[in-house]
């Protein structure tokens, strides 16, 4: 595997990439890898004669107060993840040389990124939207996996892909859990033991929403009321930042499910906040 750090030469290998005819994959990352990052990595693998994997903590995504400083990294250790689950050449550029320092242009989707977590990270998914953009610019892949922990990214890079003709095959890749349900996420080393104790509350709250659409519940706000209950109840320390039912195309919010309905919602502990999200369909009977 081969570690590119400046952008003109992963350009002029993409170049000869396109040249060759080649199917490139790529999964972008901010680092600090896991197994749920892992799995997206071999659904590229799986699909793509040339697998491309960059590792990038984009400053953009971040706001003020955000964790941008603490957000954990290790590209020694991302390297030979990455190697192990069959990436060609891993992409990791400093933050200045993704951004002159003039820089001014911006990919935003302001429709889909004002829902969840645009509430309160209200510049977010513009930076999302601008590094993803350059990225694209740069591998020129044919497919691009993202994970559906972030549901809401997904959709919005879908949106951003379709309106700017990238052309790019997007690719959701399921969630991977811990054992105990709770999400893998690169920032669950943050969390405090009891924390840690705690965050399998999360999915479990979103699994009783699941379960109650399965049995026949069509009013959303009893089924959100509930999980807050099971919220109070099991996860004490996080604070709920969201927890939302909503179409899971136009993230609109959803108050009768008449159709298949997204329970997203983030958690904020005392040094991270975490997403999840599940999709839940009623059963015709
Ligand atoms: O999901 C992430 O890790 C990031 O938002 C992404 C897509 C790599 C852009 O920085």
Request: charged content about 20%.
């Amino acid at each position: 595997m081969e570690i590119i750090k400046e952008p003109s030469a992963l350009r002029e290998l993409a170049g000869q990439w396109t040249r060759q005819g080649r199917t490139v994959g790529f999964v972008p990352t901010m680092g600090y890898l896991h197994a749920g990052h892992e799995s997206l990595m071999h659904l590229a693998r799986g699909r793509a004669e040339t697998v491309v994997a960059s590792v990038f903590v984009n400053p953009t995504q971040f706001g003020p107060g955000e964790d941008l400083d603490a957000y954990p990294r290790d590209l020694d250790r991302d390297a030979a993840m990455a190697k192990a689950a069959g990436v060609d050449v891993l992409f990791a550029p400093s933050p200045e040389a993704m951004y002159e320092p003039a820089a001014a242009t911006w990919v935003e989707v302001p429709t889909l990124a004002r829902h969840l977590c645009g509430a309160s990270r209200p510049t977010h998914f513009r930076g999302v939207c601008t590094v993803v953009s350059k990225l694209f610019l740069l591998v020129r892949p044919a497919l691009a996996v993202f994970g559906q922990k972030d549901w809401q990214q997904l959709a919005i890079l879908r949106r951003m892909n379709a309106d700017l003709g990238f052309g790019v095959e997007i690719v959701g890749g399921p969630i991977v859990r811990e054992a105990d349900g709770l999400a893998l996420s690169s920032r669950n080393v943050r969390l405090t033991p009891e924390e840690r104790g705690q965050a399998p509350g999360i999915n479990q709250g979103l699994a009783l929403a699941e379960a109650m659409v399965r049995d026949g519940e069509a009013d959303a706000g009893r089924i959100l009321d509930a999980v807050r209950a099971h919220y109070a109840a099991h996860v004490p320390l996080g604070e709920i930042d969201y927890l939302s039912c909503v179409d899971p195309d136009s993230l609109e919010t959803l108050e009768t499910i008449d159709r298949p309905a997204l329970f997203a919602t983030a958690v904020r502990f005392s040094a991270v906040r975490l997403i999840d999200n599940r999709l839940a369909a009623t059963v015709s009977r």
